[in-house]
């Protein structure tokens, strides 16, 4: 008698096999949201809807945990696909962000004409830091 069988009135009864499948994914990586739920898709060729939506929940810090909990403790089919959605908009800097950040061009606490001649200066600089490399390099 094979493991996935028992014995019904004399006839071979064959039960449902349960396979278990292993996931283990990275940390929830805040700066790369897509590259992070790329990884994450690829362990999920063959797992259930559920355990889709499981797996990255048991990985959230609680303060991502709580930008889905509305998904968490709802009756929705798609769970997975909406927490995807929702997470990839929080954290998906557009590039106009990503340049700023880049350039140092958030005004933070600074008047408009301070960030004016922060960035002149930093500007001057590496051009000055230019102009010598190719001065030396001659």
């Known amino acids: 008698m094979s493991a996935g069988s028992g014995l019904h009135g004399g006839n071979p009864v064959s039960t449902p096999e349960i396979n278990k499948v292993s996931v283990k994914l990275p940390p929830y990586w805040v ?33 991502y945990v709580e930008t889905i909990w509305d998904l968490v403790s709802s009756d929705e089919n798609n769970k997975y696909s909406l927490a995807k959605e929702r997470l990839l908009t929080i954290f998906k800097e557009n590039e106009d962000h990503k340049i700023k950040k880049k350039c140092g061009l958030e005004l933070g606490d600074m008047k408009p004409s301070q960030l004016l001649r922060k960035n002149a200066k930093l500007c001057c600089d590496q051009l000055v830091g230019i102009r010598f490399k190719n001065i030396v390099a001659r």
């Open 31 to 63: 700066e790369k949201p897509n590259i992070w739920f790329c990884q994450a898709e690829t362990q999920f060729t063959i797992a259930a809807s559920a355990t889709k939506f499981n797996y990255p929940l048991a990985r959230f810090e609680p303060k």
